[in-house]
């Protein structure tokens, strides 16, 4: 345990910060989510709502530095390359 002040103040902050960034990766996640159920659906107009709405939270999240800015590209990718098969 924290046995200073300074400790105990970086601590919390810790704690505080962690909490932050697991519900930004997890809004992260369930945007991706949203586009590949409807991708997996078949609904094109629906995958395409979905991917412009998970591009800025996935750009967010890189920004952040909760991921790569290489993983937040191939994330992009790979669901805009799902939407341009349908």
């Not at 400790?7 to 369930?30: F, G, H, P, Y």
């Not at 991921?67 to 790979?78: F, G, L, M, T, V």
């Amino acid at each position: 345990m924290a046995n200073t002040a300074q400790a105990t103040k970086r601590a919390k902050q810790a704690e505080k910060n962690r909490q932050l960034n697991a519900s930004q990766r997890s809004n992260m996640r369930t945007t991706i989510k949203k586009v590949i159920a409807a991708i997996e659906a078949g609904d094109r107009d629906a995958a395409k709502q979905a991917y412009d709405s998970a591009v800025p939270a996935i750009d967010r999240a890189a920004g952040k530095g909760l991921i790569h800015a290489n993983k937040a590209a191939r994330h992009k990718s790979r669901l805009n390359q799902h939407i341009r098969d349908m």
